[in-house]
């Protein structure tokens, strides 16, 4: 499968930007999706996760100011009042039932005055 993440970039404290990663493969083959960050000089962290038929999982950072959202072939992140800590690269996951776990690039979110 291939990954590609799409609408990161700069924003002032309190704004919104949406995340997009568009995927190739069936989603019937979709075990879960999700988006995980890396902040400078930390690991990878998971942020938020849905998977089909079940309500999406929010790290506690971002509990009520992100909304994750999955159709056919697209996985979206939406971001609301973003603070400055939210400043990190962004990453798109899925794992499939055929082909176990996929990775996009990562794109930059940049959160500042």
């Known amino acids: 499968e291939q990954l590609m993440e799409s609408g990161g970039g700069w924003v002032q404290p309190g704004g919104s930007l949406t995340l997009s990663c568009v995927a190739s493969r069936s989603i019937r083959d979709v075990l879960i999706s999700g988006w995980y960050r890396q902040l400078p000089g930390k690991q990878r962290e998971r942020i938020a996760t849905?998977?089909?038929?079940?309500s999406p999982n929010y790290a506690a950072s971002v509990q009520g100011r992100f909304t994750i959202s999955s159709d056919k072939n697209t996985l979206s992140l939406q971001m609301d009042n973003l603070k400055p800590e939210d400043t990190a690269i962004y990453y798109c996951y899925e794992n499939l039932a055929t082909e176990g776990p996929a990775w996009g690039r990562g794109i930059q979110v940049t959160v500042s005055s």
């Open positions: 849905v998977t089909y038929g079940i």
